[in-house]
């Protein structure tokens, strides 16, 4: 499990939060966070990044994990998440301010208009969330208004970026075949007390006997035979040639099947298996194959070139000021607008994407889960309204 990065635009404008438990934000926020060649990257803004973060996680996880949950290894990175967060900000940060550097060669602006839309976003977020939460999280109009100014443009810029990529994908490239399987554990079974005992051999040919007369009777009726076996099917499992999930003895004994065909049995390493083939060339998984593999080239397109700007440029976290920069205080999102940003969220978290899911690194791009990555369009109608949430719920007061 990725860690998200930053945030969903939309929710930047509506967010409602106050705190759940605080004890005062010491930060210098005139301090330097971060260089990037040179060029000052304040802290204020920086913990602002990290603390919104927080946030968000506050009001995913706190119900489901608790308030200690931020000592803990949740996205198995082998850090507790509050090191995981805010290593992952302090990247995105930096690939922010990189794509930013290199608006020029995709001809990528930021319009007055749109400027003038994140102005009456950050506003309306400082209106909607109570003084005690602004504090704590360092907030301030222009933190606001900064963050979604770098969002608009990191999805700008990978839209370009990605707009490079080939979309070409021959029908032999993609090609899947569907079929549906059963699947017998031929190593090991369990008795009623759930205690585990291997096969010998003998019962494993027996076993196969079985498996051999559910073969033969299941010309007809596929699934009906399963069933009357006590067996379970895995129905309209699609594959090509670059599968590598299903057992090797199984795709090689379905690859010699016609439409509607019915293997013998299948000696796996750990099972027996009787397919049916459903279709020899599945034109709707197909068009999904290519699909996926357009978005990968996207995908790897992108992380190149954000990859690329990383190299030969110095980027330095202040690490004594950063280590300020801590989550002892807890805050609470009012149910409706995180409702109401769930979706937003998995898909735009600065502009991220899965599907990529997948690399750590800020800018890479798995079932696209990284850094500065968008999965869909729904980005795009973020950026387009910024400001227009104002059916934001009143402020939750801070809690006791």
Not at 70 to 81: A, H, P, R, Y
Not at 207 to 213: G, R, Y
Request: negative net charge; hydrophobic residues 30%; charged residues 35%.
């Amino acid at each position: 499990m990725k860690v998200k990065r930053l945030v969903p635009l939309l929710l930047a404008a509506a967010m409602g939060v106050s705190v759940l438990t605080g004890c005062g934000n010491s930060i210098d926020g005139q301090k330097t966070g971060a260089t990037l060649e040179g060029e000052e990257i304040s802290l204020g803004f920086m913990n602002f990044m990290a603390r919104y973060q927080q946030a968000i996680y506050d009001g995913q996880f706190t119900g489901m994990f608790g308030t200690g949950f931020w000592s803990q290894d949740l996205f198995g990175e082998g850090t507790d998440m509050v090191t995981s967060v805010k290593n992952n900000v302090a990247e995105t940060i930096e690939l922010l301010y990189l794509l930013e550097d290199h608006m020029g060669d995709y001809n990528v602006e930021i319009t007055e208009e749109e400027l003038a839309k994140m102005d009456e976003a950050a506003a309306k977020f400082m209106e909607d969330n109570t003084k005690e939460a602004i504090s704590q999280m360092g907030a301030t109009q222009e933190y606001v208004k900064e963050m979604l100014r770098l969002n608009t443009i990191q999805f700008k810029m990978q839209a370009a970026i990605e707009a490079e990529a080939d979309t070409e994908v021959s029908d032999e490239e993609a090609a899947q075949k569907t079929i549906s399987y059963v699947e017998v554990n031929s190593k090991s079974t369990t008795d009623e007390e759930g205690n585990t005992k291997e096969y010998t051999e003998e019962e494993k040919e027996n076993l196969k006997k079985e498996v051999e007369a559910f073969a033969a009777s299941a010309k007809d009726d596929f699934k009906g035979a399963a069933e009357a076996a006590g067996y379970t099917v895995t129905e309209n499992k699609s594959y090509g040639a670059d599968e590598e999930t299903l057992d090797a003895a199984l795709i090689e004994g379905a690859d010699k099947l016609k439409d509607g065909e019915i293997s013998p049995v299948l000696t796996g390493e750990e099972a027996f298996f009787v397919a049916r083939m459903e279709s020899t060339f599945d034109e709707e998984a197909t068009e999904s194959k290519k699909k996926e593999i357009v978005e990968k080239r996207q995908s790897d397109h992108y992380t190149e070139v954000c990859d690329g700007y990383k190299e030969d440029v110095k980027y330095e976290v202040n690490e004594k000021e950063w280590a300020k920069v801590t989550f002892d205080d807890l805050f609470t999102i009012k149910q409706e607008e995180a409702k109401d940003s769930e979706g937003a969220e998995e898909d735009s978290n600065a502009g991220e994407s899965e599907g990529a899911e997948e690399g750590s690194d800020a800018g890479e791009s798995e079932e696209g889960s990284d850094a500065g990555e968008s999965e869909d369009s729904s980005d795009a109608e973020d950026n387009e309204n910024l400001g227009d949430s104002g059916d934001a719920e009143e402020n939750a007061g801070t809690e006791e």
